[in-house]
């Protein structure tokens, strides 16, 4: 018997946070267990206690204390959705000032597989070391997600968005 995959979910402070039980619900359909890590601002975009609920476990967003039991399995893979501008340039540039980053920038040098779905806006993403960030983070293996920067000040894109792109991406790519 083998034991069911696990999936970390990372949550970044986006507009569209807030469906990411949408990327839980098809990750649970596809056999995953998952666990959310959100940044700081990111947690404020939940609603905890539903989470907590479909997952089973605590939402982690800072650092556990020495002695601390570990509050949920070793990540088998990661998907970061939505991904912003700012967790995608700290991440690519090595800077790992939360739990959610810290996490990321190990799971490249323990080769967990790790997939971005970045939302963005258009200004943000025109901003030259965005593109830098995305192509240092494919250069270091991670599968960038296909969506399309929306306009500035207007939000909007949830309805193009494809949380299960994740998935699809990480596909094959565990052991």
């Not at 810290?102 to 779905?117: F, N």
């Not at 960030?133 to 968005?161: N, T």
């Amino acid at each position: 018997m083998t034991a069911q995959p696990f999936l970390y979910v990372v949550v970044c402070a986006a507009g569209i946070a807030g469906d990411a039980h949408k990327l839980i619900t098809a990750a649970q359909e596809r056999g995953w267990g998952v666990g959310v890590v959100a940044t700081p601002q990111g947690l404020g975009f939940l609603d905890s206690e539903a989470i907590e609920a479909q997952t089973g476990f605590p939402i982690r967003s800072a650092w556990r204390r020495p002695g601390d039991s570990r509050p949920l399995p070793p990540a088998d893979a990661i998907a970061v959705a939505p991904a912003t501008f700012n967790t995608v340039n700290k991440w690519a540039a090595g800077i790992a000032d939360t739990l959610a980053l810290g996490i990321l920038c190990e799971a490249y040098g323990m080769g967990i597989p790790t997939a971005v779905l970045p939302y963005v806006n258009a200004a943000m993403a025109a901003h030259p070391a965005y593109g830098r960030s995305l192509d240092q983070l494919e250069e270091m293996g991670v599968l960038v997600g296909s969506y399309e920067p929306h306009r500035p000040k207007a939000g909007g894109g949830a309805d193009r968005f494809r949380w299960e792109e994740a998935l699809e991406l990480l596909e094959g790519k565990i052991d």
